[in-house]
C-alpha cells in the first residue's frame, strides 16, 4: 500500500489541517493578512519546491561570492589533481582532438614513483619519457581514462565562453535543482514533512554547496544519482511510457558521468522484467524495459561509436578501475588513512598489465584468512566518520574562508547516524522507498570496495537524505504517540555507527594535508602579485593569513603532520608575507606578521 502524503500542516501549524488554503474555515475568525500570504506561498508541493530550489540558489551564491579571491576557483591550477587533468583534457578537446585520437593520461608524482619502480624491477632505465608510456600501455592507450561527459562539457564551456569554469554555472544549477529534487522525493515517500526534511538536510550539508563550487563532477554526480531516483518514482508512479524513456535518457546521460549507473540500469531493468510474471502484464513490462535500454543506449551511444572507431570495446568508458582496486584493497592498505598507494601495486600492475579482472584476482589473493572482510567492514565504519577525508581538494581547508560553509554546521558527525537511521526507515517502508535504497545501496557498495574519500561519499550521503528526512519524521511521530519500540530501535540505529567507528579505531585521515596548505599558498601568492593596487595586495594577503583555517593544531608540538610538512606550510606561508613585502603592500614581514590577527601560525625564521 502507497503511502498517502501528509499535508503541509504537518510542518506549519500556522495552517491548520481543517482550513482550506484558500478561505477560513467557516466560523473562524480571519487570519492576518501575513499568515494568509503564507499559508497561499504553501499551498501546493510545487511552489514549495520552487521557493527551496531559490533558497538552495541563493546559498550557493552567496557562498560563491565569500569565496570569490580566494584559491578556491583556481584550485585546478594544482597538477596533482583530477581537476587539473580534467582541465587539460578539455583543452585538448576544445582544440580540435573531438575523438581523443592522441591518448591522454595523467602523469602524476605517484604515477612516476609506480613507474620508476617497475623499471627499476625490468631493468630499464628510468625517463618521464618511459614513465608514460608505460602508464598510458597499463591505462589502454585511447582508451578513456574517465568517463567523458564531464571533460566535454568543459571542453563545450572553453569553446563557447573561453573559460572551463562556467561550468561552476551549471554546477550551482544542479545543486540547487538537486535541493528541490530532494523535496519531490520525499514526498513522494511520505508527504510534505519528509520532502522539506530532506530539502534542508541538502542546505545544511556544507560539502553539497562546497563541491557545486569545485571543479570536479562530484557535483554533477549527485544531482545524478538524485535525478535518477526522482525519476524512478515518478515512472513507476504514473505508469506512461514517455516517463520510462526519460529514465533511461537519465541513465544514459549518467552513465557518461559515472559508468557505475549501469548497475542501477541493469538492476532497474530486471525489476520491470520481474514484475512482468505475472499473466497479462509480461508485454507491458518488455515494453517499459525496452524504452529504458533503449533510450540509455541511445544517450550513450556516441562514447560507444567513438570507442569503435578508435579501436578500444565498446563500452570501455573508464581506465582507472584496475590501480584504483588495487590501491583501495591491497593487504598492506590501511582503510583508515583514505587515498593512499599499495607498495605492491606496481608487481601487480605489471603482472596483470592493468586489466581489471586480474588486478582484482591479484589483490584479494594477497590477503589470508579473512583480511579482505574485515578490510571492508573497517570501510563500512569509516564512510560515517566525521572526516571530511580530502582527495584532490580539502573541504575543511576552503571552508576556513567561508563563514556560511562553517555556520551551515550540519556534519556527517550528525549526519551520518541519521542516514543510518533512515536506512532502517526505508527497509521497513522499502514498497515505497525501494528506489532510494537501490541508489544508495549501489553506491555504499562501490564505496566500500574502493575509498572512503568525501568525494565519494557526497553522492551516496545525497541520495541517503531523504532516508534520512523519513527517520526523522517517524521518529517524531513515534515520540508524539509515545511509542516506545519504534524509537529504541531509531536511537539503536543511530548509535550503530559510532559504536562502528570506535570498534574500527581512529581514522588517520586528516581532514587538511600540509600540501593543501602549500598549494593553497602558492595560489595566494599569485592573487598577491596580481592584486592592482599595494592596497588591494594588502587585503588578499591579510585574508590568506588571517580568514583561513585554524593551523595552531596541525603546526604545534602534537602536529601529526611530518616534520617536512610543517616546515612547507611555515615556508609557504612566510612566502605569502614576503611576496606582500614584494608587492609594497606592507614596510616588512615583520609588519606584515601584526595583521595576521591569529598567534597559531608560527613566524618562520628569516
Known sequence: MALRPRG???????VPATDPLDRDAPGAAPRPRARRWLAALVATPRRIAVILFTA???????????????PLF?????RETDNSFFVAWAGRIANGDWLGRTPIHPYHSWHAAIARHWARAQGVPFTDEVGRQRWNEWYGGQRFHQEPLYPYLLAVARAVAGDVRWVLLLQVIAGALTTALLFGIGYRLQGTATGVTAAVLHLAYGPMAYYDLMLHRTSLEAFGGVLTVWAVLRAWDLGRQRDFAVLGAILGATMLLASTAQFTLGILLAVLLVRGRPAGRRRESVRRALLVAGAAALVVSPAVLR????????????????ITFIDANASDV?????????QHATDIMAE??????????ATLAMHTGAGWPVMVARKLAYFFTPVEIPNNDSYAYYAGYSRLLRMTGLGFGLLGPLIAMGIGAGIMHRRRAWPVLLQVGIGLGLTLLFYDLSRFRAPVAAAALPLAALAIVELAHAVRRRRVAPVLLMVGLAAAPPIALHLAGPTTALPIRADDVAEGAR??????REAPTSGQAEAVATRALCDGPRLDSLLGDASPWSVAGRALVTRSLADIQRSAVQRGAVQSADSMEVRRCRGEVPTPRR
Open 8 to 14: 503541509v500542516a504537518c510542518i506549519l501549524p500556522i
Open 56 to 70: 538552495s540558489l541563493l546559498l550557493r551564491a552567496a557562498v560563491a561570492v565569500e569565496m570569490a579571491g580566494t
Open 74 to 78: 583556481r584550485h585546478a591550477e594544482w
Open 307 to 322: 570507442n569503435v572507431a578508435l579501436g578500444v570495446p565498446p563500452l570501455e568508458l573508464s581506465s582507472v578501475a584496475a
Open 334 to 342: 590501511d582503510p583508515a588513512a583514505g587515498f593512499v598507494q599499495s
Open 352 to 361: 596483470t598489465d592493468g586489466h581489471l579482472g586480474a588486478a582484482v584476482w
Open 523 to 528: 595560489i595566494w601568492q599569485a592573487l598577491v
